[in-house]
């Protein structure tokens, strides 16, 4: 009688034990990298939101604006929702009045951000941000602050100063959702 090929029951059983375990182990760990990339890759867009129109306020001598916009054209200045997960703008506020008329030109336009999680502004931050000519913020400072499932320990934000400068802050002690 002739043995067959392939794996026993016991094998297979066992096999299926130890991919179980790995798993159990491996995805949550694979989780929360994905949280982590996300919420990495949406403020460092978001800063480089920032940091372009500071320069370009500063190269082209005229107050620029950074505005929540979900159609990528117009600004969302309602003061009801500092969301800034539905996008924004980055235009040429020739006018200074941190709305975007039909002649005033836009530099980048960022569509929104994906995923369950918050994007909000306080204070200053709330609706808008614009730089002056000299690339000093238009207002006085404000935070941007990210938050996902994961809650206040997890918290980010970035920090804009009245100098114009930004900054990366991830204390969960003093961010909150």
Not at 91 to 110: G, K, P
Not at 122 to 138: E, K, M, R, V
Request: charged share 15%; hydrophobic share 35%; with cysteine.
């Amino acid at each position: 009688m002739s043995k067959g090929n392939g794996f026993s029951l016991v094998e297979v059983i066992a096999t299926m034990a130890i991919a179980a375990i790995v798993l159990s182990v491996g995805v949550p760990s694979f989780q929360s990298y994905i949280q982590n990339n996300r919420q990495t890759t949406a403020i460092n867009e978001l800063a480089t939101a920032l940091q372009l129109a500071r320069n370009s306020a500063v190269s082209r001598r005229v107050q620029v604006t950074v505005c929540k916009s979900p159609d990528g054209n117009n600004c969302v200045v309602d003061g009801n929702t500092s969301d800034w997960t539905q996008g924004w703008i980055i235009f040429a506020d020739t006018n200074n009045d941190n709305i975007r008329d039909a002649d005033e030109d836009i530099l980048r336009v960022h569509g929104p951000i994906q995923g369950n999680v918050t994007i909000s502004g306080g204070g200053n931050t709330s609706d808008s941000i614009s730089f002056s000519p000299n690339g000093l913020l238009a207002s006085l400072n404000g935070t941007i602050t990210y938050c996902d499932s994961r809650g206040d320990n997890y918290a980010s934000a970035l920090v804009v100063s009245r100098t114009g400068r930004v900054r990366f802050e991830n204390d969960g002690d003093n961010l909150t959702c």
